[in-house]
Each structure stands twice: as structure tokens, then as C-alpha cells.
């Protein structure tokens, strides 16, 4: 009881001065950074997004929120783990099969979008690659 009350008092009661300091500057100081980064994700999403709708067969929502987008691939193949594991060893794109995160991702495949425009186009070049010669 001791050591878990010790924790407590230094994690939650007694926070650094170096993490009250930070959380005052992202309070009150200059957000334009903040905004830029916001604006490089934006344009990130939107390349995902729209170069996903241009591969046959796959249908892409726009995202809200986090850095993620979760693109139906169920039309080319309903195994999302299976088709998951072929953009990997055939496209060299790490993705995520959407069952991953429950029975309602079967048929998705979850891709992050924090990586570069470059990156980005080289993974949607891969990934068509990949499913050009795909057989179910």
C-alpha cells in the first residue's frame, strides 16, 4: 500500500514542473506549428483516401479523426487477414486486416497515413501492384 500510494502522489497529485511548464505553453503559446501539422495530415488523408477509391474494387470513407483510414477491400477479398498478409509479402506494405479490431472489420484493412507523401504514393503503387495479380 505504500509503494502504490507513493506512486500516486508523484504521478497524479505532485505533476513536474517540466510537464506543468509544457502544458501552459500549449496553452497560451503559438499554435501555428500545431496548425501546419494539422494541415500536412489533411493533405496526407486526402492522398490516401482518393489514391484507395482509384484501386478497383476498394471503396474508402473519409476519416474524422486519428491518423488512420480503414478502406473496404471486401470486394476483392472477404479474408481481410489473408489479403492482409498478400499486400505484405507481395507489396511490401504493412497494413492491418480490420477483423483485427472485431467481427465488423472483416473486409477492411486499417492503413496509418503518418508517413510522407512520397511514401504514401510508393504504398498505393505497391499495394495495386500487389492486387493486380491477386487470386482468391
Given amino acids: 500500500a505504500d509503494a502504490v500510494c ?64 480503414f478502406p473496404n477491400f471486401s470486394k476483392i477479398e472477404p479474408d481481410d487477414i489473408k489479403l492482409a498478409n498478400h499486400i505484405l509479402e507481395e507489396g511490401n506494405v504493412a497494413v492491418l486486416g480490420g477483423s483485427t479490431f472485431g467481427p465488423n472489420g472483416k473486409g477492411f484493412i486499417r492503413m496509418s497515413y503518418a508517413n510522407s507523401e512520397a511514401n504514401l504514393r510508393e504504398a498505393l503503387a505497391r499495394i495495386a501492384r500487389a492486387l493486380a495479380n491477386y487470386k482468391r
Fill in 6 to 69: 507513493a506512486l500516486m502522489l508523484n504521478t497524479v497529485s505532485c505533476t513536474a514542473t517540466f510537464v506543468q511548464d509544457a502544458g501552459l505553453a500549449a496553452l497560451t503559446g503559438d499554435d501555428r506549428p500545431v496548425q501546419a501539422m494539422r494541415e500536412e495530415f489533411l493533405r496526407r488523408r486526402t492522398l490516401l483516401v482518393e489514391g484507395l477509391r482509384k484501386i478497383p474494387g476498394v471503396t474508402c470513407e473519409m476519416p474524422g479523426g486519428a491518423f488512420y483510414v
